[in-house]
Each structure stands twice: as structure tokens, then as C-alpha cells.
């Protein structure tokens, strides 16, 4: 169909008595069409009064839209499975032109922000390829929403202690905070609510105050609010891991810092800047850092195992021997784990950036090769007994080779038998016992108390007087 500037020029070109055949070859159209515009005398575009094939079934559109739960497909196979003659594309031509099933076209706003404003914060889910193997890693990223710098970080997961140690990096990197940052409704941000109702955790609200910023997250399914730091995801994913492989995590956390200097530096076509140069304003309003940043740390209460390791997120990690059994504060930073007992006794590990079931051992935690570790003495109850009633030593080696009952839980009621009843009684049970082979302690105690009842509470004879 002819536009309306095409009918202006073929009328045009006939009152300047250009001949139809030469209209016709000038625009390109059949002299058929130019003879009807010219009878037509007119540079109106006629209306359409077409019939649409889709048009008598409208109403059983409606009704099969609902039935279908809002699947085309289905609504098409009923339509011709009742008889309808009507093409897959003619039903959706008519949807689509009637509004049918979908939801009216808003235009996109465009959100503007000043300098030192805002900084918007996401992560994402990437595949790479990591020591020789490929696995998914969590992209965490921040952009700064008026000059665009970006930084990004790798992580195994992504858990309330990461966003921390990635959002103190990223403040470090941009020289400065905003005044705030804006998530995705994030449950490692979020303890409730959504959009403007949002409220954080209490301790990621405290992390903001102590940079001078704020988290705020926007309407669930507005993506658009977020549109700084999700549209970099894509670039991230389609050039910086692209053919890239990586020795650790380190080698790809350093790889993506230095590519985030060069794409900062480099012009952006949207921009129609580079984000470094509108860097260089934004930095003046951003708010300065404090003096000292504490470094983000997780504590663990631990009791280290009988092999001399504490165990920290399936790894372990070795202590002194001396250690085993006592209880220390484990103090997980980014890069290091702190194993303290006391406050002159502290032992640093490097830390295992995931859960890898490993066995971290120093050497000033293990004797020169060829020599045995010293074993802690694992019944020190045995000790107060020898320690107490000497003569006790055969007893006590024959009870813990023939008794029935768990090691442990003898020799703490051996000793309970030496402390409380007297030395002679208890010595000549034991003496008569370990005659007999008798390691059970309950008959043990009968036979003392007997002896006991006989020596020390001696009943005086019907009418005998006392002394």
C-alpha cells in the first residue's frame, strides 16, 4: 500500500504532465497503481475493511484463553478442532492486535543520576574455568551510576560475609562511597519487606553507617531500577571469561581487577566518555573512607579433635599437640583463618577459599619424619588414681584390658570410689576382687560398703553399756 507522501508525488509529477508510464517507472510501482491513486485524485491513505479470519471466533478466543491458561498453542488446537479454519499466525496477528492475552506496552523511563549519588550492586551466576576444570562461580559487581566505573569480583558462594569483604574491596577501588547502594532484594541484605518497605539485616546496616551509606532495593521485577550494574553482566560474560582460564582464585580475581582498569579507561560509545575521565568528577563528591577499615572477619567457637586439626567449613587446619581438647576462637578474615587459645597463642593459617575437605598442616605443628608425635595423656582420671593409691596400678591395667564397661567411664568411677571411702576398706575389696578377676565396679562398691559397715559402724550387744 502506498504511504501518503508517494500519492503527493505520482499527483504531483501528473499535473506537470509526466506521462503514467513514466510516473509508474520513476516510483518504482505498476501503472495500475498509478492510474487508481490518479482516478482516486486523492492523497488520503484508504482504510482497511478487511475481514479478519480470527474475527468470528473471537469470543471463543476469549473464553479458550482462560481454559488454556494463556497458551496460544492450545487455544489454537481447540479452535481447529472445532472446526475453525484459521492459521497459527492469523490467531496471533489478532491477539496481538487486540490485545488479547498481553499486557499493554509501557514506554521505558530513563533515570538520572548525579555525581556520588548512587552505586548499584548484583551478582551473578558465570561458568569458568578454574584450575583445569570447569565450574560455576557467583560474579559479584558495583558500578557507579554517573560515571559507570565498574568492579567486579569471583566467588565460590556468595553468603552475607563475601558481600562484605566485595563491597569493602569495591569502596577501596572507587576511593570512596556513595551516599547509597542500591540491591536486587537480596536475602544476604534483606531481613524483610521489598522495594521502598525494604529493611536490612541489622549487621549489613551497620556495615553501611560505618562507610556512610545506605542499601536500598527496588520493586521486585523492576529491572530497569537496576539497569547499571546488570547490563556490564553480559559484557563480563562475553569478553572477560571468554577463552580466559585461571590457575586459582586469586589468578582470577587479580585478572578481573586489572581488566576492570583497562575497560574504565576505554571510551564508551553510550557514554560518548570515558567512564575514568567522568571518574574524575564523580570523585569529588563521593564521601571519604574512614581512616581505618577493620577488616571483615567471621568467629567460630572450636574444640580441636584428637589429631591436633580444627575443623572450619569441611577444611582442617593443624594446632599445636598441646592444644588437643581445649577450646579456641577460630577468626576466618579473606585471606587468612586466626586460630587463637589464649592471647599469646595464636596460629595463622592460610585460607581456603571453599569447601574442599583439605588438611592444612604446618610444620612446627608435626615432629621431624622419623619420630613419633607425642600422645596427650587421653585418661588423666587414671593418673589421680595411680597418683592417690599406687597399689591400685595392677587393678587398674587388668580392669581397662578385661572390663565391661567404656575406659573412660570406669576410671572415673574408680575414682570416685578411692576419694570417698576409707584406704584400708577399699584396698582389701580391691585386693579380694582382683583375686576373683571381679572388674565389675557396682559389686566392687558393695563389697567396700560391706567392709565398711563391719570395721567403722560396729552395733553394740543388747544391754551392754557404752564406755
Known amino acids: 500500500m502506498l504511504s501518503q507522501s508517494q500519492r503527493i508525488a505520482i499527483l504531483e509529477l501528473h499535473r506537470q504532465g509526466v506521462p503514467r508510464r513514466e510516473i509508474a517507472r520513476l516510483m518504482e510501482i505498476s501503472?495500475?497503481?498509478?492510474?487508481?491513486?490518479?482516478?482516486?485524485?486523492?492523497?488520503?491513505?484508504?482504510?482497511?475493511?478487511?475481514?479478519?479470519?480470527?474475527?468470528?471466533?473471537?469470543?471463543?478466543?476469549?473464553?479458550?484463553?482462560?481454559?488454556?491458561?494463556?497458551?496460544?498453542?492450545?487455544?489454537?488446537?481447540?479452535?481447529?478442532?472445532?472446526?475453525?479454519?484459521?492459521?497459527?499466525p492469523a490467531l496471533t496477528a489478532f491477539c496481538r492486535r487486540h490485545g488479547i492475552g498481553q499486557e499493554p506496552v509501557e514506554a521505558a523511563g530513563q533515570y538520572e543520576f548525579r555525581p556520588g549519588e548512587e552505586m548499584q550492586h548484583d551478582t551473578s551466576p558465570h561458568e569458568v574455568e578454574l584450575g583445569g576444570e570447569k565450574r560455576k562461580v557467583q560474579t559479584a559487581s558495583a558500578v557507579l551510576c554517573y560515571s559507570r566505573m565498574l568492579f567486579f569480583q569471583c566467588y565460590p558462594t556468595f553468603q552475607r560475609f563475601d558481600c562484605k569483604v566485595f563491597l569493602t574491596e569495591a569502596l577501596r577501588y572507587m576511593g570512596g562511597s556513595?551516599?547509597?547502594?542500591?540491591?536486587?532484594?537480596?536475602?544476604?541484605?534483606?531481613?524483610?519487606?521489598?522495594?521502598?518497605?525494604?529493611?536490612?539485616?541489622?549487621?549489613?546496616?551497620?556495615?553501611?553507617?560505618?562507610?556512610?551509606?545506605?542499601?536500598?532495593?527496588?520493586?521486585?521485577?523492576?529491572?530497569?531500577?537496576?539497569?547499571?550494574?546488570?547490563?556490564?553482566?553480559?559484557?563480563?560474560?562475553?569478553?572477560?571469561?571468554?577463552g580466559r582460564t585461571f590457575s586459582s582464585w586469586e589468578d582470577l580475581n587479580q585478572q578481573a581487577r586489572q581488566w576492570c582498569d583497562k575497560v574504565n579507561s576505554t571510551y564508551k560509545k553510550h557514554l560518548r566518555a570515558v567512564p575514568r575521565e567522568l571518574f574524575a568528577m564523580e570523585r569529588l563528591r563521593l564521601k571519604p573512607l574512614p581512616a581505618w577499615i577493620p577488616e571483615v572477619y567471621r568467629l567460630y567457637q572450636r574444640i580441636v579433635d584428637v589429631e591436633g586439626y580444627v575443623s572450619l567449613n569441611s577444611n582442617r587446619y593443624s594446632v599445636p599437640v598441646d592444644w588437643i581438647?581445649?577450646?579456641?576462637?577460630?577468626?576466618?578474615?579473606?585471606?587468612?583463618?586466626?586460630?587463637?587459645l589464649d592471647a599469646r597463642r595464636i596460629v595463622t593459617h592460610t585460607r581456603i577459599a571453599e569447601s574442599e575437605y583439605q588438611r592444612v598442616t604446618l610444620a612446627e605443628h608435626r615432629p621431624p619424619r622419623g619420630q613419633r608425635m607425642p600422645r596427650p595423656d587421653r585418661h588423666p582420671e587414671e593418673k589421680a588414681i595411680l597418683e592417690a593409691a599406687p597399689e591400685l596400678a595392677g587393678y587398674v591395667a587388668a580392669m581397662k584390658q578385661h572390663g565391661r564397661k567404656t575406659i573412660t567411664l570406669a576410671l572415673r568411677q574408680l575414682l570416685r570410689l578411692v576419694k570417698e571411702y576409707p584406704r584400708e576398706a577399699l584396698l582389701g575389696a580391691v585386693e579380694e576382687a582382683a583375686r576373683y578377676g571381679l572388674y565389675d565396679l557396682d559389686r566392687l562398691e558393695r563389697m567396700i560398703l560391706r567392709r565398711v559397715a563391719h570395721d567403722y559402724f560396729l552395733l553394740h550387744e543388747e544391754g551392754q553399756e557404752d564406755e
Not at 576462637?329 to 586466626?338: G, I, L, M
Open 31 to 88: 501503472r495500475v497503481t498509478v492510474r487508481r491513486v490518479l482516478e482516486s485524485n486523492s492523497t488520503d491513505v484508504p482504510e482497511l475493511n478487511r475481514l479478519e479470519k480470527a474475527e468470528p471466533y473471537r469470543q471463543q478466543v476469549l473464553e479458550l484463553m482462560h481454559t488454556c491458561k494463556g497458551n496460544l498453542v492450545r487455544v489454537h488446537e481447540e479452535l481447529v478442532a472445532g472446526g475453525a479454519e484459521l492459521s497459527y
Open 325 to 340: 581438647g581445649r577450646r579456641v576462637e577460630a577468626r576466618e578474615t579473606k585471606d587468612k583463618v586466626e586460630l587463637q
Open 178 to 242: 556513595t551516599a547509597r547502594v542500591m540491591i536486587d532484594n537480596t536475602h544476604v541484605v534483606v531481613l524483610r519487606g521489598s522495594g521502598r518497605d525494604m529493611v536490612p539485616v541489622p549487621e549489613m546496616a551497620a556495615f553501611g553507617e560505618r562507610f556512610g551509606f545506605q542499601f536500598v532495593a527496588h520493586a521486585i521485577g523492576n529491572a530497569n531500577r537496576s539497569a547499571r550494574v546488570e547490563r556490564p553482566f553480559w559484557f563480563i560474560e562475553n569478553n572477560f571469561l571468554a
